[in-house]
């Protein structure tokens, strides 16, 4: 044998070890593991899913719970606005003073509703519950509208809505975020409202109350349409229609006054040369 078989002999194992190292191998491998371990495995494995969706369970829980919070305050927010906005068409019968006297009341509860919805609204949860707030939001900014409507006959702009909801806040912000979405909505309710003045005015005779929500509403819709060319705001389209409805409304409420007063003034001149024996005719001519 030369040296090289020699070397290779030394490293080839045997027929012997090789049995041996493959009977090793396979003892071990079917040897199963402890009882215990695999229970212990198991539990731990199961606690630990177990927390898991605890967990998920208490963040969903909390989520919905915020979630129903936000929107029976809102439901309240429209509600006590809309007494806002019945106080206010009480004015063709109370008065100013009385009306504007039961709004301002109303509007304190608002107020107060709005500062109890804005502990769930801080940080990022302003955006993430916009979609429950926003038709309070919006109902508040047709009532308010209304009021300085009927007061200054101006339209409120968003900067006077924010800061009707920062008087009294202790760090000089406002209560909760107004967005621009929620301020134009808002404003586009308000032609229901000025058409209800409009025809109340209408039956106390007010002509010049008439006028003024017929101006009002023109200038209003002109604004408007602007807007609906950019498309940015949601919703505005589905609203466009009640729009023009209440301006036509108010349109039609000026001109029947108008025909009421020519057809008025027409019977009271043939009533005055009646009684007067013609001496009105006559003195028109002379004229």
């Given at each position: 044998?030369?040296?090289?078989?020699?070397?290779?002999?030394?490293?080839?194992?045997?027929?012997?070890?090789?049995?041996?190292?493959?009977?090793?191998?396979?003892?071990?491998?079917?040897?199963?593991?402890?009882?215990?371990?695999?229970?212990?495995?198991?539990a731990d494995s199961k606690t630990a899913v177990l927390a898991s969706f605890s967990a998920y369970r208490d963040t969903l829980d909390a989520h919905y719970d915020q979630r129903e919070r936000i929107i029976k305050c809102s439901r309240d927010i429209t509600a006590m606005s809309k007494k806002m906005v019945f106080a206010l068409l009480r004015i063709t019968q109370d008065g100013p003073v009385q009306a504007f006297r039961e709004t301002e009341k109303h509007h304190k509860r608002v107020i107060e509703l709005f500062r109890k919805?804005?502990?769930?609204?801080?940080?990022?949860?302003?955006?993430?519950?916009?979609?429950?707030?926003?038709?309070?939001?919006?109902?508040?900014?047709?009532?308010?509208?209304?009021?300085?409507?009927?007061?200054?006959?101006?339209?409120?702009?968003?900067?006077?809505?924010?800061?009707?909801?920062?008087?009294?806040?202790?760090?000089?912000?406002?209560?909760?975020?107004?967005?621009?979405?929620?301020?134009?909505?808002?404003?586009?309710?308000?032609?229901?409202?000025?058409?209800?003045?409009?025809?109340?005015?209408?039956?106390?005779?007010?002509?010049?109350?008439?006028?003024?929500?017929?101006?009002?509403?023109?200038?209003?819709?002109?604004?408007?349409?602007?807007?609906?060319?950019?498309?940015?705001?949601?919703?505005?389209?589905?609203?466009?229609?009640?729009?023009?409805?209440?301006?036509?409304?108010?349109?039609?409420?000026?001109?029947?006054?108008?025909?009421?007063?020519?057809?008025?003034?027409?019977?009271?001149?043939?009533?005055?040369?009646?009684?007067?024996?013609?001496?009105?005719?006559?003195?028109?001519?002379?004229?």
């Amino acid at each position: 044998m030369d040296q090289h078989t020699a070397k290779k002999a030394r490293h080839t194992p045997s027929n012997q070890e090789h049995a041996q190292n493959t009977t090793t191998t396979a003892t071990s491998l079917a040897k199963p593991s402890e009882p215990g371990s695999i229970t212990t495995e198991c539990a731990d494995s199961k606690t630990a899913v177990l927390a898991s969706f605890s967990a998920y369970r208490d963040t969903l829980d909390a989520h919905y719970d915020q979630r129903e919070r936000i929107i029976k305050c809102s439901r309240d927010i429209t509600a006590m606005s809309k007494k806002m906005v019945f106080a206010l068409l009480r004015i063709t019968q109370d008065g100013p003073v009385q009306a504007f006297r039961e709004t301002e009341k109303h509007h304190k509860r608002v107020i107060e509703l709005f500062r109890k919805v804005s502990v769930d609204l801080q940080g990022t949860d302003a955006l993430k519950y916009q979609a429950q707030v926003t038709h309070g939001v919006q109902e508040y900014v047709e009532a308010i509208g209304l009021w300085v409507f009927l007061r200054d006959n101006k339209l409120i702009t968003k900067q006077q809505v924010v800061e009707y909801l920062t008087v009294g806040d202790t760090d000089g912000g406002p209560i909760i975020n107004i967005t621009d979405s929620d301020y134009v909505l808002g404003i586009c309710d308000l032609p229901g409202e000025v058409n209800r003045y409009c025809i109340n005015s209408l039956g106390k005779g007010d002509r010049e109350a008439v006028k003024r929500c017929v101006e009002f509403l023109r200038v209003l819709k002109e604004g408007v349409e602007l807007l609906l060319c950019t498309g940015k705001i949601k919703d505005l389209k589905k609203k466009a229609p009640v729009f023009d409805s209440s301006l036509a409304k108010s349109e039609a409420a000026y001109y029947s006054l108008s025909l009421r007063e020519g057809e008025t003034g027409a019977m009271d001149v043939d009533a005055a040369v009646l009684t007067s024996g013609g001496s009105i005719a006559v003195s028109s001519g002379a004229m």
